[in-house]
């Protein structure tokens, strides 16, 4: 604990100062990679000075080439190193959202940035620890995790989720492998939902030790849970057995849970098995039924996790649902220091020391946001503005636009505090934005529960159809298997859905609607999906190395791959006439 309080002093210390430490970053960033091949057009006038007017903004498309020599050809080793000076280890999957693929992010062994990233996730636990300290005795965590089965490229780097790196490198140290109620083999294993069972099957064997319950984003624990639904019966069985299903065909992993089980547990089947039958088809507040010791839960909440926040917080009932904080697989970028705020007040101190930060101007109803490319530094942001942030990283990305837009919100000692709004548009001709698809499917649901139809979407997406004459804009919302679309009513229900689409393009803001009224978009087409279309895209996406523990559902599609397999699981589509 002494040693956490040190860790929080040092936050504090360099968010007063927060000016001077992002000079000494990028100062620091410069000496150590000044000779890389990126920095060489510029590198004759580069100081911490000239950086920010000699250097362009960049993207992922400006490293694509760098990345693909190193992934394919071997050329970590070139003279001068293409981005950084120090070794390649492996590399990144991004989280892969908006196309069928995810993006290779490199991570190199620097010394400099494991001291930054060792200050952010260190103060992230003492935060944890300051409202939830530490217990003996009640001190496992149901972690749903995934390390997936790692990729390698042809010149033999390994290719793996940022979060599974600990795992998969084998740095997990044995104490932190003690504190997860899953085995290593859970973490390891080949296939996610297999994996999931199995968290499942270790946690409520352990049910008296779980202290917390955790997974990366809010999207993966509504899915656990959704399982637990489904699955309840034979989780019981396998505990009263002793072994899991036959279906868990994974040897390794069969053979940790086993051992994790501990033989036939039937008194233990027997109490879940009342519990799981005594809610009448009512999952709300399980979480505290099943684990009576649990504190509380933790996940990313914000941005697109937001629309999963209120089934969360029915299955977790009165157990706290605690925020997570603003890691990024190219550079850790926020803290979050008061991490018991809901998703919509959730805010993340920007550490100073974790990369040079700039901020991008952005305002969500300008058709360019980027006209001029012009930054403001880290104390030069204005409170209640929104910006596009852009990141200089000890690891090999120079003014690089991260494709997040934060609002800030007000200021920790010198440090800016930013809320999470949304993904950035990633060309100018998009014209609807992750934060107002959104609120126009808010406003929809509103529309048809006040038409007295029980229709839940549960999964919902757009695409800018850019090759139709005009442009059209298409909408596909996956409804819950519940819903009032049965044989005998599903015309009745598609008239009243119909006078239901003004209320969803009523949302869709400023942008749209200057296209729409100059006839360049067309008239909005929705898509109703049958329950279960998401899921097929996210078996897609997994099969094409997303890796499970970092997946979000594309709010913004932008591959007509995506299109086409949505379209298959559609049933009724409704024209705005």
Same mark, same amino acid.
């Given at each position: 604990?002494?040693?956490?309080?040190?860790?929080?002093?040092?936050?504090?210390?360099?968010?007063?100062?927060?000016?001077?430490?992002?000079?000494?970053?990028?100062?620091?960033?410069?000496?150590?990679? =000044?000779?890389?091949?990126?920095?060489?057009?510029?590198?004759?006038?580069?100081?911490?000075?000239?950086?920010?007017?000699?250097?362009?903004?960049?993207?992922?498309?400006?490293?694509?080439?760098?990345?693909?020599?190193? /992934?394919?050809?071997?050329?970590?080793?070139?003279?001068?190193? *293409?981005?950084?000076?120090?070794?390649?280890?492996?590399?990144?999957?991004?989280?892969?959202?908006?196309?069928?693929?995810?993006?290779?992010?490199?991570?190199?062994?620097?010394?400099?940035?494991?001291?930054?990233?060792?200050?952010?996730?260190?103060?992230?636990?003492?935060?944890?620890?300051?409202?939830?300290?530490?217990?003996?005795?009640?001190?496992?965590?149901? #972690?749903?995790?995934?390390?997936?089965?790692?990729?390698?490229?042809?010149? %033999?780097?390994?290719?793996?989720?940022?979060?599974?790196?600990?795992?998969?490198?084998?740095?997990?140290?044995?104490?932190?492998?003690?504190?997860?109620?899953?085995?290593?083999?859970?973490?390891?294993?080949?296939?996610?939902?297999?994996?999931?069972? &199995?968290?499942?099957?270790?946690?409520?064997?352990?049910?008296?030790?779980?202290?917390?319950?955790?997974?990366?984003?809010?999207?993966?624990?509504?899915?656990?849970?959704?399982?637990?639904?489904?699955? #309840?019966?034979?989780? &019981?069985?396998?505990?009263?057995?002793?072994?899991?299903?036959?279906?868990?065909?994974?040897?390794?992993?069969?053979?940790?849970?086993?051992?994790?089980?501990?033989?036939?547990?039937? @008194? *233990?089947?027997?109490?879940?098995?009342?519990? &799981?039958?005594?809610?009448?088809?009512? #999952?709300?507040?399980?979480?505290?039924?099943? #684990?009576?010791?649990?504190?509380?839960?933790? !996940?990313?909440?914000?941005?697109?996790?937001?629309?999963?926040?209120?089934?969360?917080?029915?299955?977790?009932?009165?157990?706290?649902?605690?925020?997570?904080?603003?890691? /990024?697989?190219?550079? !850790?970028?926020?803290?979050?220091?008061?991490?018991?705020?809901?998703?919509?007040?959730?805010?993340?101190?920007? *550490?100073?020391?974790?990369?040079?930060?700039?901020?991008?101007?952005?305002?969500?109803?300008?058709?360019?946001?980027?006209?001029?490319?012009?930054?403001?530094?880290?104390?030069?942001?204005?409170?209640?503005?929104?910006?596009?942030?852009?990141?200089?990283?000890?690891?090999?990305?120079?003014?690089?636009?991260? %494709?997040?837009?934060?609002?800030?919100?007000?200021?920790?000692?010198?440090?800016? @505090?930013?809320?999470?709004?949304?993904?950035?548009?990633?060309?100018? /001709?998009?014209?609807?934005?992750?934060?107002?698809?959104?609120?126009?499917?808010?406003?929809?649901?509103?529309?048809?529960?006040?038409?007295?139809?029980?229709? @839940?979407?549960?999964?919902?997406?757009?695409?800018?159809?850019?090759?139709?004459?005009?442009?059209?804009?298409?909408?596909?919302?996956?409804?819950?298997?519940?819903?009032?679309?049965?044989?005998?009513?599903?015309?009745?229900?598609?008239?009243?859905?119909?006078? !239901?689409?003004?209320?969803? @393009?009523?949302?869709?803001?400023?942008?749209?609607?200057?296209?729409?009224?100059? %006839?360049?978009?067309?008239?909005?087409?929705?898509?109703? *999906?049958?329950?279960?279309?998401?899921?097929?895209?996210?078996?897609?996406?997994?099969?094409?190395?997303?890796? /499970?523990?970092?997946?979000?559902?594309?709010?913004?599609?932008?591959?007509?791959?995506?299109?086409?397999?949505?379209?298959?699981? =559609?049933?009724?589509?409704?024209?705005?006439?």
């Amino acid at each position: 604990m002494v040693e956490e309080e040190s860790i929080i002093e040092k936050v504090e210390e360099y968010t007063k100062n927060a000016g001077f430490h992002q000079l000494e970053t990028l100062r620091s960033i410069l000496q150590h990679n =000044s000779n890389v091949q990126y920095l060489q057009p510029f590198i004759s006038h580069l100081d911490v000075n000239t950086f920010r007017t000699m250097v362009p903004l960049s993207s992922y498309d400006d490293y694509d080439d760098y990345i693909n020599q190193m /992934a394919e050809h071997g050329k970590q080793h070139h003279d001068p190193p *293409l981005l950084s000076v120090d070794p390649l280890l492996c590399f990144f999957y991004s989280s892969g959202t908006s196309s069928m693929k995810p993006k290779l992010i490199p991570y190199f062994d620097s010394t400099l940035s494991q001291a930054a990233s060792f200050i952010a996730h260190r103060g992230s636990t003492a935060v944890l620890h300051r409202f939830f300290p530490p217990r003996p005795g009640i001190n496992k965590i149901l #972690w749903f995790l995934y390390a997936d089965n790692i990729t390698t490229t042809k010149c %033999g780097f390994k290719v793996m989720a940022a979060s599974s790196y600990s795992l998969q490198s084998g740095k997990a140290k044995p104490q932190q492998l003690a504190v997860y109620s899953s085995p290593p083999q859970v973490f390891l294993g080949s296939f996610v939902e297999h994996q999931m069972y &199995c968290h499942l099957l270790c946690g409520v064997r352990n049910l008296e030790a779980i202290d917390a319950i955790r997974t990366p984003y809010a999207v993966g624990l509504v899915k656990a849970f959704g399982l637990l639904e489904s699955k #309840w019966e034979q989780l &019981c069985d396998d505990l009263e057995c002793g072994f899991p299903s036959i279906e868990v065909s994974d040897v390794a992993m069969r053979e940790d849970v086993i051992k994790a089980l501990g033989g036939p547990q039937l @008194e *233990l089947s027997n109490r879940i098995r009342l519990i &799981c039958r005594g809610n009448n088809d009512n #999952w709300g507040g399980i979480v505290y039924r099943l #684990w009576p010791n649990i504190r509380y839960i933790r !996940c990313v909440c914000t941005g697109s996790m937001m629309q999963y926040y209120p089934k969360l917080k029915y299955y977790a009932g009165e157990v706290p649902i605690v925020g997570g904080d603003y890691f /990024a697989s190219e550079c !850790c970028v926020g803290i979050n220091l008061d991490i018991m705020q809901p998703p919509e007040t959730t805010r993340f101190v920007i *550490l100073p020391t974790a990369a040079y930060f700039e901020f991008l101007p952005f305002n969500m109803n300008e058709e360019s946001n980027d006209a001029a490319d012009e930054t403001v530094d880290l104390s030069s942001v204005e409170v209640g503005k929104m910006y596009e942030v852009v990141v200089t990283t000890y690891r090999g990305l120079y003014r690089y636009r991260l %494709g997040d837009v934060v609002k800030v919100v007000g200021f920790y000692n010198k440090s800016p @505090e930013v809320e999470f709004v949304m993904r950035a548009p990633k060309t100018h /001709a998009e014209i609807l934005t992750e934060k107002d698809l959104v609120s126009a499917i808010e406003n929809f649901q509103l529309a048809v529960r006040g038409a007295m139809m029980k229709i @839940e979407i549960v999964e919902f997406a757009s695409f800018l159809d850019q090759e139709s004459q005009p442009k059209q804009m298409k909408v596909f919302a996956e409804v819950q298997e519940e819903s009032d679309f049965m044989e005998d009513k599903l015309e009745e229900s598609t008239m009243i859905l119909k006078r !239901c689409i003004s209320s969803l @393009e009523s949302g869709f803001g400023a942008l749209y609607k200057v296209e729409k009224d100059k %006839g360049q978009v067309g008239n909005l087409v929705v898509f109703i *999906l049958r329950p279960g279309a998401f899921d097929k895209l996210y078996e897609v996406a997994i099969r094409n190395g997303t890796p /499970a523990s970092q997946y979000k559902p594309p709010k913004i599609i932008r591959n007509h791959e995506i299109v086409t397999l949505l379209q298959k699981y =559609s049933f009724v589509t409704l024209n705005d006439i």
